[in-house]
């Protein structure tokens, strides 16, 4: 984690997700022996307001949010950097949370990163699911004239480039 105090300094505001609570605890350790502040947003927080409070209003730079207690009904628009710890096997759950941040009143730029670990198994999961979100991205924002003019041959070769792309990676 040593982009997050180079992000700090940086003047960043960042919300840093992981779908394990005990990842949290673990970052959390880290952060306090290196002197860095947080918040942390759990299933588990009673008071969710104070911690929200205080990270918009610029007090504590780095928000520590667990994946399900902070996919929906947050809106952190002070942050301009999001971080996905460890990956979620629905791309939706993700952007979720990633919204958070692209939400009515963001003003800035927001840095999205995500953390994949190369030559595993989890790296050929997010390569797939890349290409479902490109399918699903092409399929849903060419609208429906698109649907209804594509032939059954060319749907089937869409899926067989799918399929194909998934087996190279």
């Not at 860095?36 to 610029?58: A, H, K, V």
């Amino acid at each position: 984690m040593e982009m997050l105090p180079e992000l700090i300094e940086e003047g960043r505001r960042v919300l840093l997700f992981s779908q394990f609570t005990s990842m949290l605890a673990l970052i959390g350790e880290a952060l306090k022996a290196a002197d860095i502040g947080y918040l942390l947003l759990t299933g588990d927080t009673r008071d969710r307001e104070t911690p929200i409070r205080r990270f918009q209003s610029g007090e504590v730079p780095l928000f520590l949010i667990s994946l399900k207690a902070g996919g929906l009904g947050l809106n952190l628009t002070a942050a301009d950097t999001v971080i996905h710890f460890d990956p979620w096997w629905n791309p939706a759950v993700e952007d979720q949370a990633t919204d958070r941040a692209h939400r009515i009143g963001q003003v800035q730029r927001v840095q999205v990163h995500k953390f994949v670990c190369i030559g595993t198994l989890e790296e050929k999961i997010d390569v797939l699911l890349e290409h479902k979100r490109n399918l699903a991205d092409n399929v849903i924002g060419a609208g429906e004239e698109w649907l209804t003019e594509l032939s059954t041959d060319a749907l089937r070769d869409l899926f067989a480039l799918s399929r194909d792309a998934v087996a190279e990676d």
